[in-house]
């Protein structure tokens, strides 16, 4: 059974930081790419960071220096660091896992930054 299990959000002040962690199970996860979306309300859901098995990165423009994916393939878990956070941030966040073509979503876990 897959499973994408998230934690880590929260309510913080402009200027703080996060981390988030999506614990992944049932999935070759050495095998995967990994993602983090958002979405706020009334809004579609943006692509922020993603890593492929090659540990190839990306990020949004909006996120880039102050966000940092990563993975710890020992325990299958992909993390979110989010620092110098800003109210245009607050959004549900989501992990993603694709593996074998197929895509995997997490639960989402609130994000909100209060000026």
């Known amino acids: 059974q897959v499973q994408l299990v998230e934690s880590g959000g929260g309510l913080v002040q402009a200027g703080g930081s996060l981390r988030l962690s999506c614990a992944a199970s049932?999935?070759?996860?050495?095998?995967?790419?990994a993602a983090w979306y958002r979405q706020a309300p009334g809004k579609q859901r943006l692509l922020v960071a993603s890593?492929?098995?090659?540990?190839?990165?990306y990020y949004a423009d909006s996120v880039k220096g102050r966000f940092t994916i990563s993975r710890d393939n020992a325990n299958t878990t992909v993390y979110l660091q989010m620092n110098s956070l800003k109210p245009e941030d607050t959004a549900i966040y989501y992990c993603?896992?694709?593996?074998?073509?197929?895509?995997?979503w997490g639960q989402g876990t609130q994000v909100t930054v209060s000026t």
């Open positions: 890593m492929t098995t090659v540990l190839a990165k």
């Open positions: 993603n896992i694709n593996w074998g073509s197929v895509n995997y």
């Open positions: 049932g999935i070759s996860f050495t095998k995967t790419t």
